[in-house]
């Protein structure tokens, strides 16, 4: 969180695994119901619903306007970056962004969306909280992840932004992005959560919890039986392997550029593909497109002001 002038900028990054600010991460879930339900640990209450926040998971979708999920999971993740400070009543500026592809045609209505209502009163965590919105914007997915150090991408890099549902491709050329080479692809990690539910179930009628995969991949093990761990190391490098191929696909060279790798995806490429690291950067930072985020937001309105 950053604060400019008593206004407090959060950057929010939706993503379809998890929602990261700056500070912190928790799943992309959330169950509504009309009654308060038995367990309230993350309960935020909104317009008289009650949403159990970090429950479930939010399936894939194009667009994010859709529904309310989005808009009540903005508003808890606002309310977790204000409780560190301790606050509750605050004059708020939502950074937040889409991937590379679809920024074009989505962003106003995704802005629209998150700047829905202006005065804002809801409860969370047991705790009143009173938001003034006074702006929102909407930055490309990815790229904000590096944004405050463009300066150090000298030369040739591709940035590959790796989260759960999409796969973001960015070509940079002495610290300027070329819109022209900027793809987004639907194979984020959760096809590779998919491809591992397959063959568990395939070869072994095994279902594990999706949390358990997630380990899997973050960690190179999860402490399961060896065969199953041999079989889900090799899901993972071939989903490692398709990766790199989508990437030499639209252009990827070893030779002639660096590959700078950010998302949540990182770390599956690091444990299960052999990586030169003196050609492949992996930033296993989960909050950093979020951070990325407010630079972005608080550069725009130095120079601009608030829109």
Known sequence: MKTMNGIHII?????YGNIKTANCCFPTGVESSDTEPTFKQDLLIYEGRYYQIGIGHKEYAAEKIMDQDYYVLTLAAIARELAREDITDASIYIAAGLPLSWVGRQKQAFKEYLLQNREVDFTY??????L???GAEVFPQGFAAIAPNLQEFNGSYMLCDIGNGTMNILRILNRKPDPKQMFTEKYGVHQCILALREALLREYNAQPDEALLHSFLQNGTAGLDESLEQTMTQVAKGYAAKVFRKLREHGYDPRLMKLYVVGGGGCLLKNFCPIDQTKVVI????CATAR??????????RKGGIR
């Open 11 to 15: 950057g929010v990054d939706h993503g």
């Open 292 to 301: 990325g985020y407010e630079y972005m937001a608080a550069v725009q309105i």
């Open 125 to 130: 965590r047991n705790r009143e909280y009173h």
């Open 132 to 134: 003034h919105i006074v």
């Open 283 to 286: 930033n296993s930072d989960i």
